[in-house]
C-alpha cells in the first residue's frame, strides 16, 4: 500500500477552486472545510492572489495542492520547487516533458529545504501529456506517439526521477499502474456521477469506478460547485467511495 496514498476516503478527494477571486476561494474553503482532503489552487486563482491563498488554506487547517505544472530549465524548476517547499503545501506539480534532469534537481532541492525546516518535503507529481491533446496534436509538435505509449514513458521517467506519483485521465490509470506499479500515486480528474453534466471533460469515470480503477486521488471542481447543495454532493462522493 502506497504511504500517501489515504485510508480516509473523504482524504482522496481533492476539490478544485477554479474559482477567479480570493473572497470566493475563501467561500468555498470554509464551506468544504474538513469535507475534502485537499484544495486545489491552480494558475487563475494563484494569479490572481498569489501566496496569500495557500495562507488563508492553512489558516483554516486545511492542505493544498498547488497546481502550477512547472516547466522550464531544471535550475529554475528547482527553485520554484523551494519556495512552493517553503509554504509547505502538501503537493505540488511539474511537466514530466521538462525531463530527469528538471524532475530530479526538483525533489532533490524540495528535500533539503524541507529537511532544514524540519517538515516532509510536499508530494510531488508530474503531469504527463495533458488530456487536452490528441494524436494529432502531439504529432502537430513533433512526437509521434502513440498517446498512450508516450504517457507510460513519461511516468516511468518520473517515477525514475523520484517523482511520487502523476496526474492521469481515468483511462490512463491501467497503463500506469502496470508500468510504475501500486506504490507510485495517481491522481485523476474528469470524475463525473452518470447524472453529473459532462461539461469539457470527455472521458470521465464515476468516483467509484476511478479509485476501482487504482486511483488514489480524486480532482473534482464542478459537480461539487455547480450542486443545489454541495455539502450533498460531497457527502455522496464520499459515500461512493467508501
Ligand atoms: O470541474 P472539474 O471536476 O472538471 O475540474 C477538474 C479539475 O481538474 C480542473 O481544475 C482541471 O483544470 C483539472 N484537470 C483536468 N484534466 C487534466 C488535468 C487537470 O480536468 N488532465
Redesign the pocket.
Known sequence: MNPFSPANPKDRIIF?L?VDHFHEAQHWVTLLKDRVGLF?V?KQLFTHSGPKVIDMIAQKGQRVFLDLKYHDIPNTVAKAGEEATKHRVTMFNLHALGGFEMMKKTVEASRAVAKTLGISRPIILAVTI??SMDEENLKEVGIQGPLMEEVACLASLAQKAGMDGV?A?PKEIGIIRERCGEKFLIVT???RHPTDKK?D?KRTLTPKEAIEAGADYL?????IKEAKDPIESVQKIVEDIS
Open positions: 478544485a477554479d486545489k491552480g495533458l488530456t496526474v485521465s480528474p474528469g470524475i461539461d471533460q480532482v473534482i471542481g464542478r459537480p
